[in-house]
């Protein structure tokens, strides 16, 4: 299925994403889920950014505090604090990179648009948990991942109730982006939430079902780098998740997702050539 043509703004750069591209993930979390993505010095963070570039990637994605099922909640000036230190070691080494920040508090999304050259913020509660964050995005003028969840990272996983998974989180996504445009944010990216308030078998309707999103007119992310769909499926864990991760970010793009949100971008830009290159065949 081909990709909607869709652009994005990011930085006033606008973006093309008929080709599908990749946001590569940089953690200043120490209990990030996959420990080969904990940057807790100037170093692991530049080699891992340093990587992300090389690689193809497109966006590099900050995380602070960490979303993974069961997280504990650290302090707003805890969370500004590893982010900030982490955006001037990248920026001092790479002041063109595109840089994303992982936040649900709009007074964080503020502080980091305000002081840094932040693109995009990445909200996995879509503003569920800061109702002063859709405001904040409209002020600040800059692009937005409307994620779904439930709940918040201690407590997701026990509200998996649903009637019809993909229709209720078509419908959250639908209201939400709604209230965007009537605020004047147009660079808006949806994300269906893998692993987020989600089993097993719900993460893979989302995933069959990826298609019905495109209904939004918005680019789409897809966020299942090494999750547990993934992990619990085969028997293993995260640091053997790479495979799975490949099989699955194909899933996507054939669904139509635009971005991988991924932690191994050479893998993710390959499988987007792979993409490329079997969609090109249905043009001819």
């Not at 070691?89 to 007074?107: E, G, H, M, N, Y």
């Not at 918040?152 to 649903?162: E, W």
Request: charged share 20%; hydrophobic share 45%.
């Amino acid at each position: 299925m081909e990709n909607n043509k869709l652009q994005i703004k990011l930085n006033n750069r606008l973006i093309d994403l008929s080709t599908p591209i990749v946001m590569g993930i940089a953690n200043l979390t120490p209990d990030s889920f996959f420990w080969g993505n904990r940057l807790t010095s100037d170093a692991a963070i530049l080699k891992c950014v340093e990587k992300i570039i090389e690689n193809g990637g497109t966006i590099i994605d900050i995380g602070g505090h960490s979303t993974r099922p069961g997280a504990e909640m650290i302090s707003t000036e805890e969370e500004i604090k590893r982010l900030s230190y982490g955006i001037e070691v990248i920026l001092k080494k790479f002041p063109d990179a595109i840089v994303s920040v992982d936040t649900f508090r709009s007074s964080v999304a503020r502080h980091m648009v305000a002081n840094y050259k932040v693109a995009m913020i990445n909200d996995v509660s879509g503003g569920a948990l800061d109702n002063l964050m859709f405001e904040t995005i409209a002020d600040l003028k800059v692009a937005y991942v409307l994620m779904h969840s439930r709940g918040n990272p201690g407590t997701m996983q026990q509200l998996t109730d649903y009637d019809n998974v993909v229709s209720e989180v078509l419908q959250f996504l639908e209201k939400r982006l709604a209230q965007l445009h009537l605020l004047g944010v147009n660079d808006v990216v949806v994300d269906p939430g893998f692993g987020f308030a989600k089993t097993l078998d719900q993460n893979y309707r989302l995933l069959n079902e990826l298609s019905y999103f495109q209904e939004l007119n918005v680019p789409i992310l897809a966020g299942i780098s090494r999750k547990s769909m993934i992990s619990k499926l085969l028997g293993t864990d995260a640091a053997n998740s790479l495979n799975g991760t490949t099989a699955v970010n194909m899933l996507a793009l054939l669904g139509g997702a635009s971005i991988l949100r991924v932690h191994d971008v050479k893998e993710a830009v390959e499988t987007i050539k792979i993409y490329q290159q079997f969609n090109l065949q249905n043009s001819n």
